[in-house]
């Protein structure tokens, strides 16, 4: 008897959890207890506790199924505490976290993505224009510029690089081209930036941000047709240089505090008295290519307190279009960052007066601006930030590689030694990673989507690898990356780096509070339909949509639980994926990292509730895994998509394993740090079974990554494709390249040399020219051979060599400050 009951409950426990792991709806679970109890009552019929027991269970699961019933006795007292656990959300808020939509990023906080769904997504493309585009002006751009005299020498960008950049439309590349613009794809906006930014960080900007949130693109979503007819035109070919002005002294990461004002009322305007319109005072800072602009994108506070405009508007933020020359605006100071040459300073406007018209959209759009911004943040921010960052991490790729094969120390090249090893290993991890990203994430631009929190994800996570590698490969060019001047490919951007942190939301906030914050909400496929049924005026309306949405969340809860510990046991061996290649493995454990990180985020949010957005420590930690298996899923995507080959899989194994160890990390560190330390434990059972089991990646992982960065070869071309390598023979990129191929050709020859020396044919001596000339007199090697190994030392002569100036680091040559060529433009 005893022994039937066990295996009844044996069995039922399996076939629950065999449910939960395929995900199975209610109705099936319920089928499926009901049979079970049942046919044990009739095995044990006449025993009355079974027969009870059965009717119990019965009358539960009818209770379950029986929507109206479900609702009335189970639903209705949830939804209230419900209601009443929600935390207060400000409608700044609400308008922030309901902007942009939800793609990739919500099929991975299920716990069980389709990864179907992702790999036959086709990545964007460019069109034949495009290319033409970026092999014909983009490339003709980057050769006139130089950055070393940009930011050195003028510290603007000069008069022939602003004109080729207006000519060649490329303030334009987002307006369409009925107005005269380029109507460019998100993926060829992104090459754009990114082949610019691996030339000049103060360009790209420059390029970037006329087609990043600004004028244009608030136009174009909302301007009335008067105003896209007039502005979009001259925006497109440069007669107007635009800037947007948002940040203030005391508003910056909190950008809806913003103290600018703007008042209804009337005012005199083009010689007519009696206009309606706004009396603006504001106070903006870092606002870039504000102090050229003609144009000023304004954000304010605007107020309406004698009802002029007649809709008894509420206060709020509202967006306008200012012409810089209006009466009363002061523009012109430069802010410096970071010893960049891009246009960037404060503003300010006193009792400045606008017709109402100046609006963008006109008066519809008073009060709309908050909502206005933040639908338009998704897109800039996944192109520009993203692809600048990209730009730097490939150049890290391609010079920090070619030049720790260069240079020798201890008569190897330094990319020979461990220690640099595992720093190149971690730039090509790095570089391919955000490649992947990139492109992954301008596919669903391409596609339509505007998803906000994948471009949190995005600027976030690639300006920080930019950073990683630019670090790296600083730590790689020694003394060279140190000394300033033309030579010398990494120092501006090494400078640059906490600018892109910085701007387009900061990075701390971003991670502690926007990822997951937002993640949570939008891309939870639940939560949000959950809050909008508390939030539904008609009570029963609200009680059906959180019925459907409660139930379906907690047996998603149940379902991860179950995957989560039962992948976790398999180390996800069980785990179902439409591939066979080297990332079989990977997407099995990408799918049991989902559901670990789904199920952890539903505990935080049960158990934490309103005050999980106050724990930055915890939400940054899963914003980390949210992040992570993002940027994993893009890689496999991305190692798939380009065939699978053998050669690159170096790269999606350094990729991997160190995301894998990482969202490990991360996960126990959430555990650990739960205000209740059982459901912490009891996490980490069902989380980790076997314990924690990934680990960095091994040496020899970062040891192969590493080798794909020092040999050019067609993995390193696919990895550092779209930067810009200049035609110009003395342009150090270029000489790299040469050098790098130069010192391969000589390394047979090279070592014959050495093993002359070792065996005593040769005498050693320190200088390497005498080495030659003897190896020379005596015959050991073929005049080709003498020749590449001649050939190679002058090219390495060459590449290590540093700019050296006169002792006032030319201060006295002042020729270029009277340069015409660099009057503003
Ligand atoms: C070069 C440059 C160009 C810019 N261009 C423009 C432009 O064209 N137009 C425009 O309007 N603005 C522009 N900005 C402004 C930019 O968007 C702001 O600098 C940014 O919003 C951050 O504001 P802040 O610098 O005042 O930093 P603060 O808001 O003072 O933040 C300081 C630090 O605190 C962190 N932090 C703040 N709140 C939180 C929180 N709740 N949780 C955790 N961490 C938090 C931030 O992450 C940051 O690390 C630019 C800035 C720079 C430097």
């Not at 130089?146 to 060649?168: G, N, S």
């Not at 998100?186 to 990043?212: C, D, E, F, G, I």
């Not at 990673?433 to 471009?455: F, Y």
Request: aromatic fraction near 8%.
């Amino acid at each position: 008897m005893i022994t039937v009951v066990a295996l009844l409950i044996l069995g039922i426990t399996a076939a629950l959890m065999l449910l939960a792991y395929l995900r199975m709806p209610l109705r099936i679970y319920v089928a499926i207890v009901l049979a079970l109890t049942w046919s044990t009552s009739i095995i044990q019929y006449p025993d009355n506790t079974s027969l009870i027991v059965s009717g119990l269970v019965t009358m539960l699961a009818l209770m379950l199924l029986i929507r109206p019933v479900r609702r009335h006795i189970l639903t209705k007292s949830i939804f209230n505490a419900f209601k009443r656990a929600l935390p207060p959300m400000s409608e700044t808020e609400r308008t922030a976290l309901e902007a942009g939509d939800t793609w990739w990023d919500a099929e991975l906080f299920t716990g069980k993505p389709d990864w179907s769904q992702l790999l036959n997504v086709e990545t964007a493309t460019l069109t034949k224009e495009e290319q033409e585009f970026l092999d014909g002006p983009v490339n003709e751009l980057c050769e006139i510029i130089d950055d070393w005299e940009i930011t050195h020498i003028h510290r603007r960008i000069p008069d022939p690089v602003w004109e080729f950049m207006k000519h060649h439309r490329f303030f334009g590349m987002i307006i369409p081209k009925a107005y005269g613009g380029l109507e460019m794809s998100a993926l060829a906006h992104s090459q754009v930036v990114m082949k610019v930014a691996s030339r000049s960080v103060s360009a790209a900007v420059t390029v970037m941000v006329p087609n990043s949130l600004g004028p244009a693109e608030l136009l174009l979503r909302y301007g009335t047709q008067q105003q896209k007819d007039y502005y979009l035109p001259r925006l497109a070919t440069g007669i107007e240089i635009p800037c947007f002005a948002l940040t203030a002294p005391e508003a910056g990461s909190d950008a809806s505090s913003i103290p600018d004002t703007g008042t209804v009322c009337y005012g005199k305007h083009d010689g007519q008295d009696d206009v309606l319109g706004i009396r603006l005072n504001w106070s903006k800072r870092y606002i870039t290519l504000g102090p050229v602009a003609t144009l000023l994108g304004l954000a304010f506070n605007l107020e309406d307190p004698d009802n002029l405009l007649g809709k008894g508007i509420e206060p709020g933020i509202t967006c306008a279009l200012i012409p810089t020359n209006t009466k009363g605006v002061s523009i012109g100071r430069r802010h410096y960052p970071m010893n960049q040459a891009f246009q960037n300073g404060p503003n300010q406007g006193h009792d400045v007066f606008i017709p109402v018209d100046w609006i963008i959209g006109g008066q519809d759009k008073a009060s709309e601006g908050w909502k206005m911004l933040m639908e338009c943040l998704a897109a800039g921010r996944a192109i520009s930030l993203p692809s600048l960052s990209v730009g730097g991490a490939k150049v890290a790729s391609q010079s920090a590689g070619a030049y720790a094969r260069i240079r020798e120390q201890f008569g190897l090249p330094i990319g020979k030694f461990e220690g640099i090893e595992e720093v190149l290993s971690r730039i090509a991890a790095n570089t391919y990673m955000m490649d992947a990203t990139r492109t992954l994430t301008l596919t669903a631009l391409d596609m339509g989507h505007h998803p906000s929190v994948i471009s949190a994800i995005s600027k976030q996570q690639l300006t920080e690898r930019m950073r990683m590698s630019i670090n790296d490969a600083m730590d790689i060019m020694g003394g060279a990356g140190i000394s300033m001047g033309p030579k010398n490919i990494f120092a501006r951007v090494y400078e640059a780096l906490p600018i892109s942190i910085t701007v387009e939301g900061a990075n701390i906030l971003t991670r502690s509070l926007i990822i997951f914050g937002q993640g949570a909400i939008r891309s939870h496929p639940y939560v949000y339909r959950e809050m909008k049924a508390a939030n539904e005026p008609d009570p029963t309306i609200g009680l059906r949509d959180f019925d459907q949405a409660f139930f379906s969340h907690v047996g998603m809860f149940i379902s991860n639980a179950v995957r989560s510990f039962w992948l976790g046991l398999t180390n996800g061996r069980t785990a179902s994926v439409p591939v066979s290649t080297h990332s079989k493995r990977y997407l099995q454990q990408l799918n049991r990292m989902s559901a670990a990180f789904a199920l952890v985020s539903d505990t935080c949010m049960f158990t934490l509730g309103g005050s999980l957005k106050r724990k930055e420590h915890i939400s940054a930690r899963l914003a980390d895994v949210f992040s992570m298996l993002y940027l994993t899923s893009a890689t496999i995507k991305r190692f798939e998509e380009q065939g699978a080959h053998e050669e690159e899989a170096p790269l999606l194994r350094a990729a991997c394993h160190s995301a894998f160890y990482y969202i490990q990390e991360s996960l126990h560190g959430v555990t650990r740090n739960l205000p209740f330390t059982f459901i912490g434990v009891l996490l980490r059972w069902l989380v980790f079974p076997r314990g924690r089991a990934y680990s960095a990646p091994f040496d020899h992982f970062l040891h192969d990554a590493a080798s794909v960065l020092l040999t050019p070869s067609a993995t390193r071309s696919r990895l550092i494709e779209g930067i810009y390598i200049s035609k110009n023979k003395n342009d150090q990129k270029a000489k790299l390249e040469d050098a790098l191929a130069t010192v391969i050709a000589a390394e047979k020859a090279e070592k014959k040399l050495k093993q002359a020396i070792r065996s005593g044919i040769i005498t050693k001596s320190r200088n390497k020219d005498e080495i030659i000339a003897d190896a020379e007199q005596c015959g050991l090697l073929s005049d080709e051979e003498l020749q590449r190994i001649k050939r190679a030392r002058a090219a390495r002569l060459d590449i290590i060599a540093v700019d050296d100036f006169d002792a006032d680091l030319g201060l006295s040559t002042t020729d270029y400050l009277d340069q015409p060529a660099v009057k503003m433009a």
